[in-house]
């Protein structure tokens, strides 16, 4: 049998030949894609660089990364700097906590969210998309992605507490300064320890101090009685009492993490969407001939989405070239190896699905947007598309997901058109999330050639 121990004490992963005092630190900070990118460009699936002092291991190629997240993932956990700049807001969730404690949680969260539990979500979900396009269509030029922030806000109120986070704006707008602190926090190489009362410090104590109350009041309220709703903090309490280890932190804990990553994440990819449609107007024709024949003008039910097949194909390619989530960070607890090559213990690894899902090797031209990548017929190389993630840690609420691209991307062709502006300058950029470079405005007409159908489904 082959020691791994051995394994890793033979060769170094290769390393680019450009030198700089502090290594890769300063590019990173600057545009952490085209590093990635660069790095791969020259020395393949696996290289090793330095962040200052830090050692560092960048993977971005379906083997080495599923050696990572699945084949040796005990060798492997979350980066301690990102534990400890997402601990703040997130605390103990399911998003940043690890071993058992994080088995334990997965295995009673999951089952909120396995497809057959979100399709009874399709109603909701259409109901919010509606009200929304509806006041894109009057609003003349808007933020697009403040636009699709609100509406993910609306969705996950919606179904987390049903109007009782839903167009709240003081939630909102709470929720995400709390994360503009966070990215903040793991982006910029000095930032005021949160013992020292900066402003922007005083904002995030309070915000998250709300945030918590907030949540821990909708969540007594499930436990006591005095709330019976059919929505996931009902289910998530329910889970917690049917546990009896899962104490009321743990659930405010859990009720955050869920929450805000899921507006989080599907707001990102409902822009890249909308932005990939506008930019690919013969995509965006094909999606709509197959919504106006399936939908007529009304809105989508659950028996609808499997004839909705370009739509998920649509949008599953934009998880392809803009995934929300582009890499993730994991540190190695032992000396081990990727790929036959030595990672020491200790050493950062940057898994980068952004650089895998743009490779030659395993998309031709894969700048194309080319939803039929993902037609039933077609078959993806081995590990190559990984969106979610992969291993103990993939994404809870991936199924969610894709059924609120589905329809999102239905409803958003099926009522008009969105545009732009000057498209060819907005350019992906890697916070904590793969977000637009700079505020980029749109605008949503209204179709005058729209079918007419039954839209109160909707009200």
Known sequence: MLDRGSVAGTISPPRSRRFAPLGEAVPMMRDPLAVMQRLTGE???????????????????????????????????????????LWPALRNGLVISEGELHHRQRSLIGPLFTPRQTAGYVDAIAAQVRAHLDRWALAGRFDALEAMQRLTHDIMGNLFAGESLADDEETLAAITRVFDWEIRLLTRPIVAPLNIPTRRNRVFLRDIAYLRGRVGELVQARRSGAETTDDLLQGLAKAADDDGEMDFEQVVDEAINLWASG?????????????????????????????????????????????????????????????????????????????????????????APYVMHRSPDLFPRPLEFDPDRFAPDRKLPRFAYLPWGAGRHVCVGSSLALLEGQI??????????LTIDDSDAVRPHLQTNLRPKGRVQAVYEARDDAPVGDSTACV
Not at 304 to 333: G, M, N
Not at 408 to 417: C, E, K, R, V, Y
């Open 43 to 85: 020395c393949g699936p696996i290289s090793e660089f330095r962040l200052g002092p830090t050692r560092a291991v960048l993977v971005a190629g379906p083997d080495e990364i599923h050696e990572v997240l699945v084949g040796n993932s005990d060798d492997f956990g979350r980066a301690r700097a990102m534990v400890l700049g």
């Open 263 to 351: 507006i989080e994440t599907s707001s990102d990819a409902q822009f890249w969407t909308a932005f990939a449609l506008a930019r690919n107007p013969e995509v965006a024709a094909r999606a709509r001939a197959e919504v106006d024949l399936v939908l007529g003008g009304r809105p989508p039910t659950v028996e609808d989405l499997p004839k909705l097949q370009y739509c998920l194909q649509v949008f599953k390619e934009t998880l392809r070239l803009y995934s929300p989530a582009p890499a993730f960070l994991r540190q190695a607890v032992r000396d081990t190896s990727i790929g036959g090559y030595r990672v020491r213990r200790g050493t950062v690894v940057f898994v």
């Open 408 to 417: 999102f991307t239905a409803m958003l062709l099926s009522s008009g058109t």
